[in-house]
Structures are given as structure tokens and as C-alpha cells.
């Protein structure tokens, strides 16, 4: 077997296990929570189907069991649990919590239980001693038992891509969340794919049956539409979910990274209380939290060392063309560095005003921005240096 022939099912496996991994913290936090469990059953059930059909793994689990073609009802029994997860899914989003919307789920459930033990059923009455990696479906496609092992997971998974799909064109024209709408478009693509998949095991078996060899259909043509719904019908559940708290991971760690500089700045000064050590597990939320809060102590402690009439004097001395933001930005890392000196220096400001402090927490990304452009910060101390020698002279 050629290892490029491995290469489509290692890659949606991988990226299907990355997804489970990332999911498992959220399943600890909220295990109670249905739709967090059925994820995780989904994603796992998809991973299993890929790391099954995947032909070394077949040939492997070949020979560890003894049991010719043992793959068959494995990966058919994940694939069956895997929709009847993202039918129930889907229902739980459509719907509100109902005990008819609850007995519905249940009838899905049990009716595919029942699929799955059929399967194992007819798995072990047919008699199937050939090993087949790649054309078990066609190979088989006449045997007795065999063919009904086969049948009933086609038809099992296309109902299910049939009515979700059916479920989903309805539901799309009322969903508004954005994150909500590009699931559902991925959910549609993946179980249409799901459909296309079935539709030409179906017509490779029918063209057996019939004497005619279509097996590429089978063997070639339709394993492509599988790896694409578990991919698509996988992301579709996830982007919701993720989306929104990867949304706010970007904003949290935009913050977190704007704040940097302004927290070097300040943090010189001694601390008033201990702080707590974070490893590198802690949510980013908590960082920020931390961050924000070691500024904040900083302004309180050089509030007697904040001047106005200083931050007054650098903002009408910032250059031109900035933003009324931006002056602001540059007068107040101004002022807070003149603080600083005066803190070490152990003066305090001669009009001391406790509300500038409160004005400078209002606008912390500005002053920490413009505390990466030292050389304007110097303008301005060159420039009230400069006002201030003119004031002396004429005096």
C-alpha cells in the first residue's frame, strides 16, 4: 500500500483529533451540558470512522483480531452513531426544549442503537473470509448478510444526510448569528457530500448486481465525499460553538498585547500586595485581569506624583496632525513618565489632582500606545524645554 494513498485520511483525522483535543477541556468544565456531550460524541465518532477506514488500519485490525474485514461493523457502527448525534443536534438547535422535541431525540437514539446492533448482527451471520481493504462493498456486494450489512448502513446514513439537509434548507432563512449561519451552510455541504457519497455506493452495488463493474465509483470516486462530510459536518458543529469564544480570545489577547507596554513601563514600582503566579494553563481572561489591575495600582500609587498643569502643558505641545486620541495618548505617557521620576525621586507634584488618575484609566490602550513612540515623547519634552527657556528670558 502506498503511503501517499494514506495521505487524504491522515490529514481530516488529524485535524478531526486536533478539534476533539481542543474540546476536551470544555467537556471537563461542562459535562452536564447536552450539546458540549453530543459535540464530543460527534467529533469523536467522525475520528474513529477516518482512523478505522484508513487501509493500514484495516489491514491491521485485520490481523491483530483474526477476523477478516472486523473493520467493516466498527467504522459502520461510529459512521451510524455519528449521524444519529448530528440529527439530534440539529434538533436541539431548531428547538426549543419540549418533552416532544425530547421523545424525538430518544426515538432517533434507540433506532440507531438498533441499526448498530443490526449491523454486528449481519456482520457475523455472512460469511466473509476474503479480506478486502479497499472494495469490501462491491467485493460483497451479493453475499448473503453481507449485502444486508452493507445496505443497512447506506440507507441508515443517507436518511439521516437526507432528512438534516432537509431540516437545515428550512432553517437557514431564520437564523441570524453569523457564527450560527456559516455552520449551517457547513453542516449543508457536509451532508449533501454525505448524500453523493451513498448515491454511488448505491450505483456500484446496483451495477454488480447487474454484472456491470462500476466499482470505481465505490473504491475511487466516493471515498473523497465522506472524508469531505466528516470534515465539513464536523465544522459545522464546532464553529458555532468555537467561533464566538475564539472571537473573544482575539479581542482578549489584542487588549493583552496593547497593554504591554504601558505595564513595562509602570512596572518598576513596587507592588503592594503579592501577586499571583500564573503557569502557562492559565486562560488569557485572568492574564488580562491581572494586567489591567497592576496598571490601575500603578496610576493610584503616582497619583500624588501626577501633575496637570504638566499634562495640560504636553498636550497643547503634542505635534500636529494627531488625533485628539493620540495627543491625549502622548501627554499622559508624558505625565506618567515625569511621575515616575518624581516617585523615585520621592517629590511629589506641587497640585496633586486625584481625577487626572481616574481620567488616565479611561484611556489605557492610548497611553500604551503612545508609549511606543519615544521619539514624539521627546518632541514634547523638547518643545516645553524650550517653551520654558523663552518664559525664563522673558521674564
Not at 455472512?126 to 467485493?139: G, K, M, N, S, W
Not at 453523493?196 to 470505481?216: E, N, V
Request: contains cysteine; aromatic residues 10%; proline residues 6%.
Amino acid at each position: 500500500m502506498s503511503p501517499q494513498f494514506h495521505i487524504p485520511y491522515i490529514i481530516p483525522t488529524l485535524l478531526l483529533a486536533a478539534a476533539l483535543l481542543l474540546k476536551f477541556p470544555t467537556l471537563i468544565r461542562a459535562w452536564r451540558d447536552h450539546d458540549v456531550r453530543a459535540t464530543t460524541v460527534l467529533l469523536t465518532c467522525a475520528t474513529m470512522v477516518l482512523v478505522v477506514i484508513t487501509p493500514v488500519n484495516i489491514q491491521r485490525l485485520n490481523e491483530w483480531t483474526g477476523v477478516p474485514n472486523i473493520a467493516s461493523p466498527w467504522a459502520y457502527s461510529f459512521l451510524t452513531v455519528f449521524c444519529a448525534t448530528g440529527l439530534t443536534m440539529i434538533m436541539r438547535w431548531r428547538e426549543e426544549p419540549s418533552a416532544r422535541r425530547q421523545r424525538r431525540i430518544r426515538l432517533i437514539y434507540w433506532t440507531y442503537a438498533g441499526i448498530v446492533a443490526a449491523l454486528w448482527v449481519t456482520f457475523l451471520l455472512a460469511h466473509v473470509p476474503e479480506p478486502r481493504i479497499y472494495d469490501l462493498d462491491t467485493y460483497y456486494a451479493s453475499t448473503p448478510w453481507m449485502r444486508e450489512h452493507i445496505l443497512l448502513y447506506l440507507l441508515a446514513h443517507m436518511s439521516s444526510s437526507v432528512v438534516a439537509t432537509g431540516m437545515l434548507w428550512k432553517w437557514f432563512p431564520e437564523v441570524t448569528n453569523p457564527w450560527l449561519r456559516t455552520g449551517v451552510v457547513c453542516l449543508q455541504l457536509g451532508f449533501a457530500s454525505g448524500v453523493i457519497f451513498d448515491i454511488l455506493k448505491l450505483l456500484a452495488i446496483g451495477a454488480r448486481w447487474s454484472g456491470t463493474d462500476w466499482d470505481g465509483l465505490s473504491t475511487f470516486v466516493a471515498p473523497p465525499f465522506a472524508l469531505l462530510e466528516a470534515i465539513l459536518v464536523a465544522a459545522g458543529f464546532i464553529v458555532p460553538q468555537a467561533g464566538p469564544s475564539l472571537h473573544q480570545w482575539t479581542r482578549t489577547r489584542r487588549e493583552y498585547r496593547r497593554l504591554r507596554p504601558l505595564w513595562r513601563e509602570v512596572n518598576s514600582l513596587p507592588l503592594t500586595a503579592a501577586t499571583a503566579r500564573f503557569g502557562l494553563w492559565v486562560p488569557l481572561e485572568l492574564r488580562l485581569v491581572q494586567r489591567r489591575q497592576r496598571i490601575h495600582d500603578a496610576l493610584r500609587i503616582l497619583t500624588p506624583y501626577l501633575d496637570r498643569d504638566l499634562y495640560q502643558r504636553a498636550r497643547n505641545a503634542a505635534p500636529d496632525g494627531l488625533t485628539d486620541d493620540e495627543k491625549l495618548g502622548l501627554a499622559a505617557a508624558f505625565t506618567i513618565r515625569a511621575a515616575l521620576q518624581a516617585h523615585r525621586a520621592g517629590k511629589p507634584a506641587s497640585t496633586p489632582v486625584q481625577q487626572l488618575a481616574i481620567e488616565l484609566h479611561e484611556h489605557l490602550d492610548a497611553i500604551s500606545k503612545a508609549v511606543q513612540r519615544p521619539r514624539q515623547i521627546d518632541g514634547i519634552r523638547q518643545r516645553l524645554t524650550s517653551t520654558e527657556s523663552i518664559d525664563t528670558h522673558a521674564t
